[in-house]
């Protein structure tokens, strides 16, 4: 994978989601070190280019680098000559300059990072774009499980709410299928998106439908800032058929885990304390994400295995 773009799910053979996850494993291991740093990446530079918040991604991509050793630049739009007017394509084209040997994207509009990555050297790493994919959220998720379950082939997993707005969703619905599991969507007509069963899942509008007998309840937020008109009567509304709590979730295994990518909006999508208590495991995913995301820079922007600094 060294040097690839890493833009979507579709870039990734299950051989080499398994890869990115085993090594995910390694790297987890370094932060449980008292000195959380291995030299694999030293002599690196690695760009966070983050034209759209971000808590997690950005902070997580950022420990990560640091983590392996790299130099890491965060660049955000603020503050820059994008203000000036400058290109995003000019502005990439003036980091590719500078040489880094990788540059992790999040935009707000689909394709971005693609469009600089056809400018670039440098691996591109697509930390969401609009509402495109995001996928190393969908790595750590299934990560998540698999450390959860033990595996994820047979398992079944239900997404639930906005499906229509979130790269979440689409990066999460192209691993869980690669690796073997069975995903159901779930949402109001209006937030699911047009012939979504192509996509090899099944679509349904009740939330109750869609959970019984789920190992895996990912729940999502709604993305006002993808959508012009309310989709919606009220959040209260959607609150009540699609909010998960205690008593819906009966309808799933008892072994079952809940999940969010965040941020989570309390009291709409999850009842406050299934934020915070199991079978929540969203602060795992959080944690998960660090090592993930090393290992995703190992693998796409590493040196070869042998090569100084290994
Ligand atoms: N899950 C996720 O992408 O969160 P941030 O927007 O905080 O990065």
New binding site residues.
């Given amino acids: 994978m060294i040097g690839r773009d890493l833009l979507s799910m579709d870039d990734l053979e299950r051989a080499e989601i398994e890869r990115v996850l085993d090594t995910a494993v390694h790297m987890q291991e370094v932060g449980l070190r008292e000195v959380k740093k291995v030299p694999t990446l030293r002599g690196r530079t690695i760009v966070n280019l983050f034209f759209?918040?971000?808590?997690?991604?950005?902070?997580s991509f950022e420990i990560a680098g640091k983590r392996l050793s790299a130099d890491v630049i965060n660049f955000s739009s603020q503050g820059s000559s994008l203000s000036k007017a400058e290109s995003i394509l000019d502005t990439a084209k003036t980091l590719d300059a500078m040489a880094p040997d990788a540059v992790v994207v999040?935009h707000g509009v689909a394709g971005v990072p693609r469009r600089i990555a056809d400018v670039l050297r440098s691996p591109v790493i697509n930390?969401?774009d609009g509402a495109h994919e995001?996928p190393t959220?969908a790595l750590l998720d299934l990560f998540t499980v698999r450390q959860e379950k033990g595996r994820i082939d047979g398992l079944t997993v239900a997404i639930v709410g906005d499906i229509a707005h979130s790269r979440?969703a689409r990066s999460n619905i192209t691993g869980f299928l690669k690796m073997g599991a069975e995903v159901r969507v779930a949402g109001p007509p209006t937030m699911l998106p047009p012939a979504v069963e192509t996509l090899g899942v099944k679509a349904m509008t009740r939330l109750e439908e869609a959970i019984e007998g789920a190992d895996v309840v990912m729940m999502l937020r709604i993305q006002r800032e993808r959508m012009g008109a309310p989709v919606f009567p009220s959040v209260r509304e959607y609150a009540a058929r699609y909010g998960l709590d205690r008593e819906k979730l009966r309808y799933a295994k008892d072994d079952v885990i809940v999940m969010h990518?965040?941020?989570v909006n309390r009291g709409v999508e999850l009842a406050p304390e299934l934020a915070d208590q199991a079978p929540s495991v969203i602060l795992n995913q959080v944690r998960n994400g660090v090592a993930v995301r090393m290992a995703v820079l190992y693998l796409f922007a590493g040196r070869p295995r042998g090569a100084e600094g290994d």
Avoid at 52 to 59: H, L, N, Q
């Fill in positions: 759209e918040p971000s808590t997690r991604t950005r902070t999040r930390a969401g995001h959220q979440v990518p965040g941020p």
